[in-house]
């Protein structure tokens, strides 16, 4: 995820403030869900710790987080058609 008109700083901001969120909606799951996230399956616990790693699974949680959310917002989620 990139932003070209953010400095770098606001930059690593953004980016850890996104990741406490997907951090914090991972977390209010039941215990029992599984992610599949490519060919790997992945616990409650185990998103959270690639969240907080930043690595490429957690990366890829958070934008799917992210996306989420911006469908949420834009009423794709809910639109009947």
Not at 15 to 41: C, D, F, N
Not at 63 to 75: R, Y
Request: proline share 1%; charged share 25%; net charge negative.
């Amino acid at each position: 995820m990139s932003f070209n008109n953010v400095s770098q700083s606001d930059n690593q901001e953004l980016q850890e403030q996104l990741k406490e969120l997907a951090e914090a909606r991972i977390a209010v799951m039941p215990s029992t869900m599984r992610l599949s996230v490519g060919s790997s399956e992945y616990t409650k616990e185990e998103l959270i710790k690639h969240v907080r790693a930043g690595d490429e699974v957690g990366q890829e949680i958070v934008e799917a987080q992210l996306d989420f959310l911006k469908a949420l917002a834009s009423g794709v989620v809910y639109d009947n058609d």
